[in-house]
């Protein structure tokens, strides 16, 4: 069964019914285990207690190369990509959002009745994954102050950062992961290994950027050099003023010294013991790491973010692949998504 990440929550919704609000969300190898659990007996009020945090992942991760070998270690996210993806979910701050939030208060915000010129946000390679707009809140169809001023007022997007995303390696053969992680694995057969689903997950950011947002696309080669520089020639040329974000000081440093405005994005290198969430703020976070880490164990489900069949489509619309070990579970999720989908198409 089909789910799209938006409607996640009814698969929490389908747990509590069973009385089940204590959700462990494991990797389905034992040697790996539950990364985190959700407390969701209240809807409003959900506790996210980190059962590994990044250091402890990533002595698990080495453990694990150490008994099996380059491939499994390599299909495995690392700890610095299982932080972002916390911070991609909303449920981690960056590190640094003082400061960029001060950046955008003394550059974002134009006053375009006073003449200002529109501001438009590029995003380098390294954070396109990561759900930036609005993670920072700065997309202009959701964010803006009290004045009715947006952050940035659209997007400006180089093809060189998304050729540097449009990379395919693929799994042809599962036994290594089967041997390593369980028999859930042999589904992952020509679907994306490893780091190439971080790089889909930044892909299909792009495209949506790209299709459903006022946004420019600026003709680039790879590399951060010809990046900047096609950045440099989109500001010379339009009455727009561009932002770069950036992961890479390098980035930063050389869009700044072509006078290019840009920031630089700080990720915390472990998580909080604990975070307070709400249901709604859940549906990223599941979706991301069942993604990442290609197959998660709930309480009576097993979520495939990848899995052998799974469609540009899929991956377009978001979707994750529920295989329900409880009848119950089953009939509860498909009574809800017929509802939603009733609603969603009549609107």
Request: with cysteine.
């Amino acid at each position: 069964m089909y789910l799209e990440r938006a409607h996640v929550t009814h698969l929490l919704n389908a747990l509590y019914t069973e009385g089940i609000t204590s959700v462990s969300v494991k990797h389905p190898c034992e040697d790996i285990g539950e990364l985190l659990r959700l407390d969701i007996s209240n809807p409003v009020d959900t506790t996210v207690r980190f059962t590994q945090g990044a250091l402890t992942y990533q002595d698990t991760r080495e453990q694990m190369q150490t008994a099996y070998g380059e491939r499994v270690y390599n299909d495995l996210p690392d700890a610095e990509t299982y932080v972002r993806a916390l911070v991609a979910a909303g449920v981690v701050d960056i590190e640094n959002v003082d400061e960029v939030e001060t950046f955008f208060h003394r550059y974002g915000y134009p006053d375009l009745d006073a003449g200002h010129k529109p501001i438009v946000l590029g995003i380098d390679t390294n954070l396109m994954a990561w759900r930036m707009p609005d993670v920072l809140g700065l997309d202009p169809t959701t964010y803006s102050n009290s004045t009715g001023r947006s952050p940035v007022n659209g997007f400006a997007l180089a093809t060189g950062v998304y050729d540097e995303l449009n990379w395919h390696y693929n799994h042809y053969e599962t036994r290594s992961l089967e041997d390593a992680f369980g028999p859930e694995f042999a589904r992952l057969d020509n679907q994306p290994a490893g780091a190439n689903r971080e790089g889909l997950l930044g892909l299909y950011e792009y495209r949506q950027l790209r299709d459903h947002h006022y946004a420019d696309t600026i003709e680039s080669e790879k590399g951060d050099e010809s990046i900047v520089e096609a950045y440099v020639e989109y500001n010379a040329n339009n009455r727009k003023r561009v932002i770069l974000l950036s992961n890479d000081y390098g980035f930063v440093e050389q869009a700044r010294d072509a006078d290019i405005l840009a920031q630089h994005i700080s990720f915390p290198v472990d998580t909080p013991r604990k975070v307070t969430v709400t249901w709604d703020e859940l549906h990223d976070l599941l979706y991301i790491l069942a993604i990442l880490f290609g197959v998660l164990e709930f309480p009576k489900v097993t979520v495939y973010g990848v899995w052998n069949g799974k469609s540009g489509d899929d991956w377009k619309r978001c979707r994750l692949d529920i295989d329900c070990r409880s009848n119950r579970v089953k009939e509860k999720l498909r009574r809800d998504r017929a509802i939603t989908t009733e609603y969603e198409t009549n609107r």
